[in-house]
Every structure is written in structure tokens, then in C-alpha cells.
């Protein structure tokens, strides 16, 4: 994979982080999705891929801790969208949990959230984020 270092001015990356917020990713994703739609003949959908996540991850059982390979359309989505946009499976994984972390930090997927340790340490499993979703008016 290469690596691009792209310097731009505050203005444009004021306008790229607004538009990035609105699509629900980082500025990084969101420069890649434009760069795919239009270089490649199928270009991988972050967008849809991540509201299918946090879908699923928002009808997971209450108080019940799951990683993102438990969510049914995670292995389809970063196996078989990946291989029609020509992308390797680990990289279209590493973006949408990144991009799932981050809009669970931000609390924009219902009452999910990362699941912590007994002192409140975050949870991993195998280095895999664990989430878990909350009632929150019992916390």
C-alpha cells in the first residue's frame, strides 16, 4: 500500500472536515472515497458499510459485549465488497472499525459504547475493541 503526505490549507481542510463529519468519517476516509469514485470501476461504500454497522451493532441483545466480527454483514462486507473494489479484506476492516470506534466515542450509535474492565480500563479481545450496548437512563 502506499502512503501520501498531502499539505492543504486551513480553509480547504476546514471544508473536507465538514463534509468528512457530515459522511460520518475522518477526513483521511473521506479523501479515499473520493479518490475511489473516481479512479476505480468499483469503489468501496464506507458510507453505507458503517450505517449497516451501527445498525446492527444498535439491535444487539442489552448488556451483552460483542466485537465487530459478531455483527453478521462485517465479514461480508470487508470480504466480498472488498474483493469488488480490488481491496485487501484487513485494510477495509482497519477503516470501518476505526470509523465505528470513533462515531461510538462521539455517542452517535444509539446506547453502544466500549465495554470497560473493572478498572475502567477499555476492553479488547485479541486487540479487538469490545462494545456493548447500555440502557443509559440505568447507568
Given at each position: 500500500m502506499a502512503r501520501i503526505n498531502l499539505s492543504i490549507d486551513d480553509v480547504l481542510f476546514t471544508a473536507l472536515q465538514s463534509d468528512a463529519d457530515r459522511h460520518g468519517c475522518t477526513v483521511n476516509?473521506?479523501?479515499?472515497?473520493?479518490?475511489?469514485?473516481?479512479?476505480k470501476q468499483n469503489p468501496f461504500d464506507y458510507t453505507t458499510a458503517l450505517a449497516?454497522?451501527?445498525?446492527?451493532?444498535?439491535?444487539?441483545?442489552?448488556?451483552q459485549?460483542?466485537?465487530l466480527v459478531n455483527l453478521p454483514s462485517f465479514a461480508?462486507?470487508?470480504?466480498?465488497?472488498?474483493?469488488?473494489?480490488?481491496?485487501?479484506?484487513?485494510?477495509?476492516?482497519?477503516r470501518l472499525g476505526k470509523m465505528f470506534n470513533t462515531?461510538?466515542?462521539?455517542?452517535?450509535?444509539?446506547?453502544v459504547q466500549r465495554s470497560v474492565?473493572?478498572?475502567?480500563?477499555?476492553?479488547?479481545r485479541?486487540?479487538?475493541?469490545?462494545?456493548?450496548?447500555?440502557?443509559?437512563?440505568n447507568q
Open positions: 476516509v473521506y479523501l479515499i472515497s473520493i479518490l475511489e469514485k473516481l479512479y449497516t454497522l451501527e445498525e446492527e451493532a444498535k439491535s444487539q441483545p442489552l448488556n459485549e460483542f466485537i461480508d462486507i470487508s470480504v466480498a465488497k472488498a474483493f469488488e473494489a480490488d481491496l485487501k479484506p484487513s485494510i477495509v476492516r482497519a462515531r461510538v466515542k462521539e455517542g452517535m450509535v444509539g446506547d474492565d473493572s478498572n475502567g480500563n477499555l476492553k479488547f485479541s486487540r479487538t475493541a469490545v462494545y456493548v450496548r447500555k440502557n443509559n437512563s
